[in-house]
């Protein structure tokens, strides 16, 4: 572990204990890690330098509108390689809240992501990627022919 110190304005010192607080940190230390992967990790997104990312794709649409419902399912199953799953939740009699979870190559979850949350008849949609990097290799004795490759959060 390497250490390192930084110097920050009373004021900007305050507002980052008081994040440190109300996102339950036991110390700065932790914060400021967090705060570096995650910019790290959006870099290499923006750059499209990680080959492989996981991805939230949160929506609300009208589930009584069932053309969205229908689009919203086929483009999942277009894209079932790269769905590892999803949920629904039922805000009201009519709204449904909707998460899935994506992992993959990057270029192909970012596209995906953006064809849910561009559908018609979605609304409310947010994405949150996350960049991942291949880990070791391995074959399970049990299934030798199953060789794969664990994908990793980076950093």
Not at 67 to 87: E, G, Y
Not at 97 to 113: F, H, I, K, S, W
Not at 142 to 152: D, F, V
Request: charged share 25%; with cysteine.
């Amino acid at each position: 572990m390497q250490r390192f110190t930084i110097s920050l304005d009373e004021d900007l010192a305050g507002e980052f204990d008081r994040l440190i607080a109300v996102r339950g940190y036991v110390n700065r230390s932790e914060a400021v890690r967090d705060l570096i992967r995650e910019r790290l990790g959006s870099a290499l997104l923006d750059a499209r330098k990680a080959k492989w990312c996981a991805a939230t794709v949160t929506f609300v649409y009208d589930r009584n509108e069932h053309p969205v419902t229908a689009r919203v399912m086929d483009l999942q199953h277009q894209h079932h390689d790269l769905v590892v799953s999803s949920l629904q939740t039922r805000l009201d009699h009519d709204n449904c809240l909707e998460t899935v979870v994506l992992r993959g190559p990057t270029v192909g979850v970012q596209d995906c992501a953006s064809q849910l949350i561009a559908l018609r008849g979605v609304r409310h949609g947010q994405i949150h990627v996350l960049a991942l990097s291949e880990g070791q290799r391995h074959h399970h004795s049990h299934a030798p022919s199953k060789a794969h490759t664990h994908l990793k959060p980076m950093n």
